[in-house]
Each structure stands twice: as structure tokens, then as C-alpha cells.
Nanobody, 121 residues
Framework: QVQLVESGGGLMQAGGSLRLSCGAS????????MGWYRQAPGKQRELVAR???????VYADSVKGRFTITRDNARNTVYLQMGSLNAEDTAVYYC???????????????WGQGTQVTVSS
């Protein structure tokens, strides 16, 4: 069974850095783009960053220049390096990817369980 598992969240002071990781496991045929979303209390889930198979990236304006998304295609893993953190970055961060698993009839969206990032000012 395909699943995405995140790690790396935690509590950080403003101005600090954190690195999130998300690995896809299971019988996987292919993975399209991989991305990170976040949801703060009382707010809608929003895209933070996304990376294509070829390495091209998209970032939310609020994180441009501070966050970097990378992926290791051989390990089916995506990373989010977060820097210059501020209180507005506090949220649950979710990994997302359209994955074609061996038991799927077509690629479908998979989500990780979420990892909490809290930035204290």
C-alpha cells in the first residue's frame, strides 16, 4: 500500500531553520510532482512549494527566498528546507503527490499525515 510519511517538524524560534522530509513507500509505478502544503489554525490549506520530476519548482510568494524544495527521485523523497522562519509559518505541513501505485487503475492524490511546525517569536 502506498503511503507518504513526513518527518522533521517541531518547535523553532523566529529566524531559525527546519528541514522537512517526506518519503513515499509501497509498490510505486510512478510519481508526478511532489509538494508541500500547510494549514494554519482557522485557515485553508495552501500550497507552499511544488517540484516536478525535472526539478522545476513553484513557490508561494510568502516563502520565496526563504524555503527550498528538493527531491530525490531514486528515493521517492521530497524535502523542504525552511529558513528565516517567522510566526506566520506556524502550521501543520502536509506532503502531497500524485502517485501511480501498483494497485491503482490510475494515478491518484496521496497525502501524508502532517507534521506540526511551530515558530515562536
Amino acid at each position: 500500500q502506498v503511503q507518504l510519511v513526513e518527518s522533521g517538524g517541531g518547535l523553532m524560534q523566529a529566524g531559525g531553520s527546519l528541514r522537512l522530509s517526506c518519503g513515499a513507500s509501497g509498490r510505486i509505478l510512478s510519481i508526478n510532482h511532489m509538494g508541500w502544503y500547510r494549514q494554519a489554525p482557522g485557515k485553508q490549506r495552501e500550497l507552499v512549494a511544488r517540484i516536478q520530476v525535472d526539478g522545476s519548482t513553484v513557490y508561494a510568494d510568502s516563502v520565496k527566498g526563504r524555503f527550498t524544495i528538493t527531491r530525490d527521485n531514486a528515493r521517492n523523497t521530497v524535502y523542504l528546507q525552511m529558513g528565516s522562519l517567522n510566526a506566520e509559518d506556524t502550521a501543520v505541513y502536509y506532503c502531497n503527490a500524485p502517485i501511480f501505485g501498483s494497485t491503482d487503475i490510475a494515478p491518484r492524490d496521496y497525502w501524508g499525515q502532517g507534521t506540526q511546525v511551530t515558530v515562536s517569536s
